[in-house]
């Protein structure tokens, strides 16, 4: 099957989903911890809906790799690379 613009793999982010991020854009520039680094320099590079998407594509992979491996969510872990 090939998919179009119009057929998207995934479903779009719901509205609160997106109010949530767009907020954290915003106060991003007052915070100095690494995730809030990443996004200003995300920003820096992209537009703000660009930013917002990578945000939520991280915060996904994050909460996958939780579920996926039953743990508890600390913000100073480290992974190792395989």
Not at 18 to 37: E, F, G, K, M, N
Not at 46 to 74: E, G
């Amino acid at each position: 099957m090939i998919l179009t613009c119009s057929e998207p793999s995934h479903p779009a982010p719901s509205g609160l989903e997106h109010q949530v991020t767009s907020q954290t854009l915003r106060v991003a520039a007052r915070h100095t911890d690494p995730t809030t680094t990443w996004l200003t320099h995300v920003q820096r590079r992209r537009n703000a809906n660009i930013a917002a998407v990578a945000l939520a594509n991280k915060h996904a992979r994050i909460v996958w790799a939780l579920l996926a491996h039953d743990r508890d969510y600390t913000p100073d872990y480290a992974g190792t690379s395989p």
